[in-house]
């Protein structure tokens, strides 16, 4: 970390390492009660939440029976003479060659993962006159579809052109299959405008994406593209008479609301009614967590409330979001409040609801209130997370329950709970704020052991600390 500054090797002179690190043996932290730690439940552990696997009884089979081994073959050269002279080799020597056009195709999608487009044209067309009992399918064209969508440089869509027209002219004409493979595999390279192209133009060719492929384009648009951009696709869309469904209006909101624009969220809210689709639970589900993220706690009540007009029920989610985003607006009276209601309609709140409600709690100063809560989680069986533990710890430590907070500090330690970087830091300092160095560095050394942090940041926050302390020694503020 460096030299220590001079002006803390003078305070440190000032005050000997022998009183700064000698360690007090009338502190609460070795005779409190161990009251605490039998009230507060172990942490959630990998082996409770994995669920048992019931033995399956293998089945036997018959040894003796000859069994079919599937010749196949592997390319790792784009050397398209090469692959005539392997396929050549294939199909004159090897016995019982299946049937089935998927082993063909298998061949072809190899050849086709390092080749030129143009060179896997011409291998197909070689397959089938070296092995004429060998028939194309749709899926062997696809193959061929695929790769001539996934050059990421190509800005044009000639090379797909020529494919669709082969397709066409082998009697395999695109229908809503071929635009689904077509619009994935362009939109997975990124060339989501040259999509949007080859969507309008197989509209007007009778191949129109079915709901699925629509919904998939408007999923990655929002993701990739402007909301402009999202909105002029469903209006072209709009005169081949294809129409965004409650789907598509989902998926809308649910990206707005992820980008914070809830005047959008709530726009579409009201076009998707006026459309004729009733909103479900989700729907509202997502508008909530939006206000939630900006803390504003009036809005997501006034969401429950319209729920509740729609007559749509709100579930498990609903009261984990509501108790989440009242708590984040410091309205922890309402959390508190539908929490019981949560109880009453029998949904089991979750240790993230319980935790943002004793993150409320600590900020409005109930820290103890908080920790009570320890006891609820454990009867409904909820088990506390590393969250929820560092929540607590940093509640504490600011609200001056520095005794309560090494009780569950010790708890966090007998259970090997890694520390977070606000309640480490804040536990430091109310340790020095105490004269109680010695034990700061037993922190300092959980914090390593447990790897919590790296050596680097765990020593930086110690080391402010100290800093810290040596500068309120000198201004009085510490004893």
Request: proline share 5%.
């Amino acid at each position: 970390m460096g030299k220590i500054p001079q002006s803390f090797r003078r305070a440190a002179a000032q005050y000997p390492v022998s009183t700064l690190l000698k360690p007090n043996t009338s502190s609460s932290s070795s005779s409190s009660s161990s009251s605490l730690q039998q009230q507060i439940p172990p942490p959630i552990s990998n082996r409770q939440t994995q669920k048992q696997t019931p033995y399956k009884t293998p089945i036997r089979t018959n040894d003796s029976a000859p069994r079919k081994t599937l010749p196949s073959l592997i390319f790792d050269s784009p050397n398209l003479s090469d692959a005539k002279s392997q396929f050549n080799k294939l199909i004159s020597t090897a016995r019982n060659i299946p049937s089935d056009s998927s082993f063909y195709n298998s061949i072809l999608q190899s050849f086709s993962s390092v080749s030129s487009l143009q060179d896997s044209i011409l291998f197909l067309n070689h397959m089938v006159k070296a092995h004429p009992a060998f028939c194309p399918t749709r899926f062997t064209y696809h193959i061929l579809l695929v790769q001539s969508c996934s050059s990421p440089d190509d800005q044009s869509l000639s090379a797909v052109h020529n494919v669709l027209n082969l397709m066409a002219n082998s009697g395999f004409p695109p229908n809503h299959v071929s635009t689904d493979v077509a619009v994935r595999a362009l939109c997975t390279c990124g060339r989501e405008e040259q999509a949007v192209e080859l969507v309008k133009e197989l509209c007007a060719k009778n191949s129109p994406p079915d709901d699925h492929t629509y919904n998939f384009m408007v999923r990655h648009l929002v993701k990739n593209r402007s909301l402009s951009t999202v909105n002029c696709f469903i209006d072209e869309m709009k005169k081949f008479d294809i129409k965004p469904d409650l789907v598509t209006y989902t998926i809308m909101i649910d990206n707005v609301c992820n980008s914070k624009n809830l005047r959008e969220a709530i726009r579409l809210l009201v076009v998707l009614s006026e459309e004729g689709f009733k909103p479900d639970c989700y729907v509202y589900n997502t508008i909530m967590k939006g206000y939630c993220t900006l803390s504003l706690g009036s809005d997501v009540l006034g969401v429950y409330k319209t729920m509740l007009d729609e007559k749509v029920e709100p579930d498990r989610y609903t009261y984990n979001t509501l108790v989440f985003g009242l708590s984040k607006s410091g309205r922890v009276s309402d959390a508190k409040k539908f929490l019981r209601v949560m109880n009453e309609k029998g949904y089991s709140p979750d240790e993230i609801t319980y935790t943002s409600l004793m993150n409320g709690m600590c900020r409005e100063g109930d820290a103890l209130g908080a920790l009570g809560l320890l006891a609820e989680m454990e009867e409904k069986g909820c088990k506390p997370n590393v969250c929820t533990y560092n929540t607590l710890l940093l509640g504490l430590c600011k609200a001056r329950l520095l005794d309560k907070g090494l009780e569950l500090y010790e708890v966090m330690k007998k259970y090997g709970i890694k520390m977070e970087t606000g309640s480490y830091g804040t536990l430091l300092r109310a340790l020095c704020r105490k004269g109680r160095v010695f034990e700061a560095y037993e922190v300092f050394d959980y914090a390593v052991e447990s790897k919590s942090f790296s050596d680097v940041a765990a020593y930086s926050t110690l080391e402010s600390t100290l800093k810290w302390l040596v500068k309120a020694r000198e201004q009085g503020l510490v004893v």
